[in-house]
């Protein structure tokens, strides 16, 4: 399934972390609905591999190194955007790094880099933005990266729990002092969606792969297509009247949290 060829004409969109994984998902998504994009991340040659994809499809597309750890390079990807492309409609905070690490062996380092990379990282997103956000035309559009994990507790991964729960916060705070400005500004909250990173490192690596697939009740992992279906949906015209919403696109996994899939004898 795929959305019109013109969903996001016109519209000029900043993903950070769109090099790989579910970024690269939403930038392909993005460029097949007629949007014009910068990818930003800190590894120069995947964006250059991931741009030259996007071109390939007879997309507008430029990199920009950055760590959105370092404010002032996000602001220098968001100048780039609105120097290259005349404005900038989208911003989607999507870079973030994990681990696996029980937290009493967790260094405050490794915490701080997490919290660093996926919290701060998005505010900068978010700060950097707004100006060239709240000139859009079409309603700008912040939309950030969540899971389902970040509000169920997440052993293994305190700090990016944390992180994500503290996004959430964030959402919800930016879509009360921004609405006025017509900003729209949503979370996305996939669960484990497949071939990422993510789902690499947190299930198949660390062993509970079949574990998490039997927990969902649609029966298999996402994939980005999945995730990037919906940031097209929120940052179109259709998506207009969504603020302050935490899209869930994880086959089922996350409902009421309180009942395990159960198998009814005889069926
Ligand atoms: C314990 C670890 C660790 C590990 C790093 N650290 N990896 N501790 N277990 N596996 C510690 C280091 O020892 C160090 O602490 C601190 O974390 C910083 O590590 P650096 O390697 O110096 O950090 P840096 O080079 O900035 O790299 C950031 C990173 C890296 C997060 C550590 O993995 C990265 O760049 N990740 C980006 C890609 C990624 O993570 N993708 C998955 C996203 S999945 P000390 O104390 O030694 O100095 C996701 C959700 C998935 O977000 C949802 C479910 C499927
Ligand atoms: P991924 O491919 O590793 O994506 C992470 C991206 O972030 C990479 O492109 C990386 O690029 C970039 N990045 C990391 N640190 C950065 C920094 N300091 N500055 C700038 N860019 C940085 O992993 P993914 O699984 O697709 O995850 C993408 C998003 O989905 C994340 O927000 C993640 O939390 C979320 N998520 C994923 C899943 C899943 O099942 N995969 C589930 C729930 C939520 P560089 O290395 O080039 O910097």
Redesign the pocket.
Known sequence: MTFSTDALAGRVAII??G?????FGIAKAFVAAGAKLVL????AD??AGAVAELQAMGGEAIAVQ????DYESVERVVKTAVETFGGLDIMIA?????FVVPAAEMSPNAWKTVID?DLN?TFYCARAAYPALKESKFGGRFIA?S?TRALEGWPGCAHAGAAKAGIMSLIRTLTGEWGKDGIRCNTIA?G??GD????KRIYEDAGRKANELSSIPLGEFGKTTDIANAAVFLCSDAGAYVAGADIVVDGGRNRGRASPIVTVPGK
Request: proline content about 3%; aromatic content about 0%.
């Open positions: 950070t972390g090099g790989s994984g579910i970024g930003a991340s800190r590894n995947r964006l950055a760590d959105v750890r999507n870079a973030a790094g994990n990379i990282g990266i899971t996939p484990a969606i990422t990173e993510g789902v």
